[in-house]
């Protein structure tokens, strides 16, 4: 338990999370007192990803549809990463919404805004490979609501020396999470841009629609049967024509294909438009609904027990920690994977 101990500027407060890779703890950094999230994983985990984790997200840092970076390093037992700390994610937004689907105004913003995310990611030379709801965190921001986290999954599809696709390799495995993830993930293909925005519309009908029919599954080859059975075209109509034809384009592209980023943006706009839907629409996540503090974008039940617990434990166990364990700063590897002219994060709000 780190909680009370400081690493570098960050004083630790309570945990606020955990996963199969280690723990996630809010910080308080004592040289502007803002809150961050600390995540930690243990040099001792069988495969460690954290650090990759960093690197792709220092490259991506600057775009406004990720978490911002602030440091990585590790110390003799694990490694840590600090990023901004952002409020719940859109699965639980969701579930705590009466009609528990977005309305047609917020769920199409959205849906662009996880695209420009996922444009940004591809043209700086990466694919998520885990795109789902639970992976899409809400921020406090009329321009910027969302951002896309866990990158432990993603991959380099480009090659930094040619600037071209890598081939497809024969048996990778699956890659994702079952519910979301593409028919070729369940038939563990080596996965690329298409497969990204297949689990984007996926992640889109959920979120819009109403659970995907085969969301309550657990068998991977029961869901890959109805995910061939059921007419993807039939879901998205209910929503909006447009969202069809957006998914007749993924669908024809292959392996190494581009996706014409444009021509699906211009499709949502279109769709927007039809139904009445502008940018200065109102979420529909409130500070009341997400039980969020209005102040500093922390939830308001874990800054009660960051400032509790950083009352009482006060800052000898921080000082011990200091005495006995050697931290390291990484520098990891900011070059970007395609040319300067693909760094500029992709600004296609509605």
Known sequence: MLTGTTIETYTVGPKIGAGA???????????????????????????????????VLKRLSPCPYFPKFRIFGRTSTYSWLVMELLGPSLSTVVKRLPSGRLSMSTGLRVANSILCGLE????????????????????????????????????????????????????????????YASPNAHMHQDLSRR??????????????????????????AEILHMKRRISISNLSDQIAHQ????????????????PNYAYMHDLLREACEQNNVHQSDEWDWHPQILQMDGHDEFNAEQKKAYESSYT???????????????????????????????EECCDCRI
């Open 120 to 179: 940004s990611m591809h043209k700086k030379g990466f694919i998520h490979r885990d795109v789902k709801p639970s992976n899409i965190l809400l921020r406090r921001s009329r321009e910027y609501p969302i951002a896309i986290i866990d990158f432990g999954l993603s991959r380099v599809y480009v090659d930094r020396k040619t600037e071209r696709h890598l081939p497809a390799r024969a048996h990778p495995g699956f890659r994702g999470t079952a519910v």
């Open 195 to 220: 497969d990204d925005l297949i689990s984007w519309f996926y992640l889109v009908i959920d979120v819009m629609a109403g659970p995907l029919p085969w969301k309550k599954l657990e068998n991977r």
């Open 312 to 342: 009482s434990e006060g800052t000898s166990k921080g000082a011990e920690y200091k005495s006995s364990t050697r931290r390291t700063r990484s520098r990891l590897d900011s070059r970007p994977l395609l040319p300067d002219k693909d």
């Open 243 to 258: 969202l069809t034809l957006i998914w007749d384009h993924i669908q024809s592209l292959g392996f190494t294909d581009a």
């Open 21 to 55: 890779f280690g723990e996630i703890y809010a910080v308080r950094n004592a040289g502007d007192n803002k809150i961050f999230a600390l995540k930690v994983e243990p040099l001792s985990n069988r495969r460690n990803i954290l650090e990759l984790e960093a690197s």
